[in-house]
């Protein structure tokens, strides 16, 4: 069993996907873990390692992994970063977040960005992080209407003009941050 720190349905089934059929992964909810885990660290490698030890500690040392996304903009160097899901307040707002990125660039000629995500893996007790990252540029507004979070002002560089929402789930995987970083997981297990 290698449990997903994670409750969000969408990951779960993403991950499903591209990990080997005979890998059992259970998310949160499957094991009966409903806490608020704690995000507190100050980095993305800092909380996806606190969520995989917080699981790994109450469920007797249990296989588990991890993981955490940032949108690190050149021009503000590295924000919201590790801040990316409260950018523009506790809400989680998309909407909100992608207006404050948007006002915050607006005149800036540099518009360069990534998305990261790191992922903890704690296996018989040890700890291993692997990172996927994304290279792109901030849009100057948004497109598309598929997807989540900054996706409608997201441009990665593999698809020059269209935006993360502009794609089908299939195409933003082949390229994007968690899907890097899965196959970085998957190379590891
Ligand atoms: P999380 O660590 O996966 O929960 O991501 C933190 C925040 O980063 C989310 O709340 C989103 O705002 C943003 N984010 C993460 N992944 C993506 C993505 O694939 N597209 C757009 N925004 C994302």
């Not at 069993?1 to 259970?26: C, I, S, W, Y």
């Not at 207006?99 to 005149?107: D, I, R």
């Not at 992080?129 to 990665?156: C, H, K, Q, S």
């Amino acid at each position: 069993m290698l449990v997903f720190a994670t409750n969000n349905e969408h990951k779960l089934r993403e991950v499903r996907q591209m990990l080997p059929a005979g890998v059992d992964v259970r998310s949160l909810n499957d094991i009966g873990l409903h806490d608020d885990i704690p995000e507190t660290a100050l980095t993305l490698e800092g909380n996806a390692e606190l969520k995989a030890r917080y699981v790994s500690e109450r469920f007797g040392g249990c296989d588990v992994f991890a993981d955490d996304t940032g949108l690190e903009v050149e021009a503000l160097g590295g924000a919201p970063g590790v801040f990316s899901a409260r950018y523009a307040g506790p809400g989680h707002d998309s909407k909100a977040n992608m207006e404050k990125l948007l006002s915050e660039l607006q005149g800036a000629d540099n518009r360069r960005a990534r998305f990261r995500t790191v992922i903890a893996l704690i296996r018989n007790g040890e700890l291993q992080t692997v990172e996927g990252i994304v290279n792109g540029t901030i849009a100057l507004a948004p497109r598309g209407t598929d997807g989540f979070g900054y996706d409608p002002i997201f441009i990665p560089d593999e698809t020059p003009g269209r935006s993360f929402a502009e794609m089908t789930p299939d195409e933003k995987n082949a390229i994007s941050h968690r899907g890097r970083a899965m196959q970085a997981l998957k190379r590891i297990l």
